[in-house]
Every structure is written in C-alpha cells, then in structure tokens.
C-alpha cells in the first residue's frame, strides 16, 4: 500500500477561506478580530514564527497589535504590556512567543493572559476547561491534527491512537482532546514516551500514530500496522550541505519507508505546520465573535 498524503497547506488554506467569510461577516458588524503579538529578543526561528503568524493576520484581515521588544525587556514590562493587552478592547487574542529568555518566568507570563484572550491555549484555567470537556480555546497544534484527520475522512471515533510523546503543548492535550466524549474524538488513546518499555509494541496495534518526539526516525516501518494513518508533527533540522541554508526540516517518521505501509500520512514540511497558525488565527476569530456576540 501507498499512502494518501495529507496536504497541510490545502486544509489550512480550506479553514482560512472559511475564516475569511466569517470576518468578512464580523467586520459588516463593525468588528474587525484583534491579535496582540508579543515577541521578546531576536532568535531567528521565533522571529520566522512571529512573521508568519502576523502575515496570516493581514492575508486574513486580522488586525496585528506587534510587539518585537528587546531580548532585555524585564518581566515588568512584559506583564504590563500583557495587561495592557488583557484591557484592550481591539484585542481578542495575545499571542506570547515562546520561549523566553531565561530572565522571564514563562509560567507566570502565561498565567497573566486573561483566559478570555488565551488563543494559544496554554493558560492552566484553559487547559482545565479542556480537560473537563468545556467549552474553551483548543492549542493550536492538537486542534490541527484533529481537523486534518476529520477533512481527510479519518473516523476518530473508535480508533486505537498511540500518541509518542507527552509535552504540555502537543501530547498531552492531544491525548486529552482524543479522548473526550464528543464528536472528532471518543478514541481509545494511549501515549508513549521515553520511558516507555517497547514503543513498537504500541504503535504496532494504532490504527493512528502521532509522533511528537522531536527526534527523526522515531517511527519507522517496522514500528507501524498495514494501513495506519500517520501524523508527523515533529520538526527536526538535518544538515544538508547541497541546501543553501545547510539543513533540512524532517519529522519524527521515517517518510519514504512508513508511506509504503501507511494508508495516509503528513509530510514535513507542509502537513501539520501549516494548520497551527490557522487554528491560532480560528481561535482569535472565536474569540472576536464572542465579543460581536456580547
Ligand atoms: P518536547 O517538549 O521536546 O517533548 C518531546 C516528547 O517526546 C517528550 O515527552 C519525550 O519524552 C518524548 N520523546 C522524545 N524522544 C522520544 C523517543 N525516542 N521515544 C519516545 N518518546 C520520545 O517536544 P514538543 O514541544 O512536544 O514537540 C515535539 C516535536 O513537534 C518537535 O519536533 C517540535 O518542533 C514539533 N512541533 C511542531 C509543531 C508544528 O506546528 N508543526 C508544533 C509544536 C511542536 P519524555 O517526556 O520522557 O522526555
């Protein structure tokens, strides 16, 4: 078997068209959705997030509050700016590039988001509500690959999904989101890590697989059933001197070998990074509806 692949960027540019109306729609109302960008110091791959986020904005019509503040800006003027945001009538989200620098406690960053303007979904008061199954932002990540898997006519419900990795931002809320008693989700999750005792073992028996290790070749044919779909959200650099730049972005899977045996799988690039920049900006247009609605 060979595998569908999923295309990323056509899902996420299907949800932007989507978004597109419906801001269309809002701004007919006067209301036009505010995103608050908070950058701290000049680190390049956070710097291309930071630019691709606020791109999106304005292909989208979003209005993009930027703030590229210096890698030496203290906690104070970064909590005072956040509560600057929190008040801001024309804000809806307040997005905070993660990391920070060491001086900054990201913990306390975080908790100072009102969770009405958490889009990014790390606030603990949103990651409650998802965890009880309320209603609330969902990360952006985890959100992305539920919607490729339900716009790629994978059913959720039912499926064993082994889940490699446990990190606050992708593994445990996905495996969280999988698992609630609602529609796009009801699957029977399990999550691997690295003290897990044979990880083949699981992943053998998913009918979904979602690497979310950080590490290449993670997944391997061997490792996956006949059929399996499979979602790469890693994003590792290799070295590659024939690139201009020296290296090349790779996932978790082993592509070539895994898309023989798999019946769909993502790329890297193109499969779930395209789709969190999307949701980041779904989730400020929840938000900004939210306010129309008031
Ligand atoms: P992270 O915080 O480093 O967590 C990695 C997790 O994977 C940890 O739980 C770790 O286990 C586990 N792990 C590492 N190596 C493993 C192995 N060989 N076998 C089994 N488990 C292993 O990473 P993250 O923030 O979740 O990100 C994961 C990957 O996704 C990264 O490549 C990141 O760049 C990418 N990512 C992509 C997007 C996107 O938009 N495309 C968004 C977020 C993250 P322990 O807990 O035991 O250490």
Redesign the pocket.
Known sequence: MTARIIDGKQVAQNIRAELAAEIAHLKERGITPGLGVILLGDDPASQSYVRGKERTCKELGIYSDNHHLPAQTTQEQLLELIGRMNNAPAIDGILVQLPLPGHCDEKKVIEAIDPVKDVDGFHPVTIGRMMVGESTFLPC?PHGIIQLLVRSGVTIQGAHVVV????A???KPITNMLLQKKEHANATVTI?????KD?AYHTRQADIVIA????PD?ITADMIKEGAVVID????RIEDPSRKKGYRLVG?VDFETVKEKASLITPVPGG??PM?ITMLMYNTVESAKERASE
Do not use: E, F, K, M
């Not at 691997?192 to 897990?196: E, G, M, P, Q, S």
């Not at 979310?212 to 590490?215: D, I, N």
């Open positions: 990540t490699v990795g446990r990190s931002i992708v593994g691997c890590h690295t003290r897990t990880i979310a290790a950080g590490r993670t959200v890693g994003v590792n978790d779930v990074g969190t």
